[in-house]
């Protein structure tokens, strides 16, 4: 299998998703779900309960 390139997430769909991931050959590596439920449970992780496992990523210093 031939290493991919960086390219920009520029999918619209499921669907599209699935095509480039099958286009890659990578479909029996990746596995996709439509229900993002288990993204809205708590999870506890070093001895912190967190209400969900959304992040938001901190932005670079001095962009206020």
Do not use: K
């Amino acid at each position: 299998m031939q290493a991919a390139e960086h390219e920009i997430f520029h999918y619209h769909s499921l669907a599209e998703l699935r095509e480039r991931i099958d286009a890659l050959g990578l479909s029996q590596t990746l596995e996709l779900s439509e229900d993002l439920s288990p993204l809205f449970t708590p999870l506890e992780w070093g001895g912190v309960r967190l209400a969900n496992r959304l992040v938001v990523l901190p932005m670079e210093g001095c962009d206020g």
